[in-house]
């Protein structure tokens, strides 16, 4: 079987263990409601973040601490299976300044700087993969198992940037607009894309037949950390909200606001020793002979191995490598329900480049307690399916706050039939 071939089905695997962008919703973090406006906002974020519209959380556990995938946890998987599943594993942390410029409409009302280290993994795979992988070929005695379409996608790079927002009169409210350029720094890429792609097991077992056809890309070898660059790019971002009515005496904000915004429109171009492999294949498998099965070590010959795998793996060609970062589209709509005291807020997004369904939320804010904030949200869609969230931000002090928020509180309660575990953390001052 080719190397690219065994790589996916091994990521597929030691993917599960392995750090990844975010689901964060309403740009980029929950939100804080001040008492007022403030004139200097500086943050420290953190997140990390699983999510399947398949793999249980006893699955991804068991994985991560290291146990032994039994059958009742396969078991668990299986009926939750699509044609096509998707997962995302993410990490991201990083630093963001925001500052208050100006009053009015003449000067940009805030300016912002930030710093990030993203990385992510996003998987797509077919449930006669996941079967293959992990139970073995023999269910498939007479028939192919196809993993047409399946892909996987793993980037790390490190992002700087900043913008600004202009508040503009519009119709007799305010229209809020704001646009931010990122610098980008690739420090690791890989890529796997199958078109056509089935494995026929004879009825006895006899010969397999592997046909399909994929392209594997990677950026430069041996060259993956943190320091190195391999890539660089550009990314820009883009947010539109239209205040309507009043500001409220909440940090400024208007009774309802109804937004968009685009974020991560850009790509990053990895230099041109990163390689990338093309390739058709129809091979078929009848075995190793193994002279003595007391000493198999030195029985089967490490010369046949390699002939097998280096016929049916392509040439590297090495050339500049392009990444699409995962686009996403965010609507929005906010209320304030001040007999309550919440904010409501409802919205759809959709990421592109990336295996990503529509996803749909709503979500309330309490803000009658001067010291926290809590936020539950339902979520529907996305890498998932159905989640729940929950956001709680604490005023430690005058100038301090402390924000964490989970949005797969479900996936925890019912980790053997829910997906979903991660946490957002921020520690923030404002003066």
Do not use: C
Not at 31 to 56: A, K, M, Q, R, V
Not at 206 to 235: A, P, V
Not at 389 to 407: A, F, P, W
């Amino acid at each position: 079987m080719s190397k690219s071939i065994v790589l996916f089905l091994s990521l597929l695997y030691l993917s599960f263990n392995v750090y990844s962008q975010t689901n964060r919703l309403l740009t980029e973090h929950p939100e804080i409601i001040f008492d007022e406006e403030p004139s200097y906002y500086l943050g420290t974020e953190f997140n990390y973040d699983f999510n399947s519209n398949s793999i249980t959380n006893n699955f991804l556990n068991t994985i991560f601490y290291g146990g032994f995938i039994d059958n009742s946890i396969k078991d668990e998987v299986t009926p939750r299976l699509r044609k096509m599943n998707r997962a995302l594993f993410s990490l991201n942390y990083g630093m963001v300044f925001r500052q208050k410029l100006a009053e009015g409409f003449d000067w940009p009302r805030y300016a912002y700087l930030y710093t990030k280290n993203r990385a992510q993994i996003s998987i797509g795979f077919t449930d006669d993969l996941f079967e293959l992988s992990f139970r073995g070929n023999s269910q498939f005695a007479g028939d192919s198992a196809i993993f047409s379409g399946s892909n996987l996608q793993y980037s790390q790079f490190q992002q700087i940037g900043g913008g600004f927002e202009h508040h503009y009169p519009f119709k007799g409210n305010t229209l809020a607009v704001s646009a931010g350029i990122s610098i980008l720094k690739g420090q690791q890429y890989r890529s796997f894309a199958v078109g056509h792609g089935s494995v026929f097991t004879e009825i006895d077992g006899q010969y397999i037949d592997l046909i399909t056809d994929y392209q594997f890309k990677s950026s430069r070898e041996g060259r993956s950390d943190y320091r190195d660059q391999n890539g660089m790019g550009t990314s820009l971002d883009l947010l539109v909200k239209y205040n309507i009515g009043e500001s409220n005496n909440i940090g400024g904000m208007s009774d309802k606001v109804l937004g968009m915004e685009l974020i991560d429109l850009g790509l990053i171009n990895f230099n041109n020793r990163s390689y990338t492999m093309t390739d058709t294949l129809d091979y078929t498998f009848e075995g190793l002979e193994i002279l003595n099965v007391f000493d198999v070590d030195n029985t089967l010959s490490q010369q046949t191995v390699d002939s097998i795998i280096n016929s049916i793996t392509p040439d590297k060609e090495y050339k500049n490598v392009i990444y699409y970062l995962p686009t996403r589209i965010h609507i929005f709509y906010q209320q304030e329900l001040e007999q309550i005291q919440t904010r409501l807020a409802i919205g759809g997004q959709y990421r592109f480049n990336t295996n990503f369904a529509p996803l749909l939320y709503l979500r309330g804010t309490y803000h009658g307690l001067s010291y926290l904030t809590v936020s539950p949200m339902l979520i529907f869609g996305g890498y998932g399916n159905f989640n729940i969230g929950l956001s709680s931000t604490i005023k430690l002090n005058r100038y301090i706050y402390l924000t964490v928020s989970s949005d797969y509180i479900y996936g925890y309660l019912s980790p053997s039939s829910a997906s979903g575990q991660g946490v957002f953390a921020s520690l923030s001052t404002i003066f």
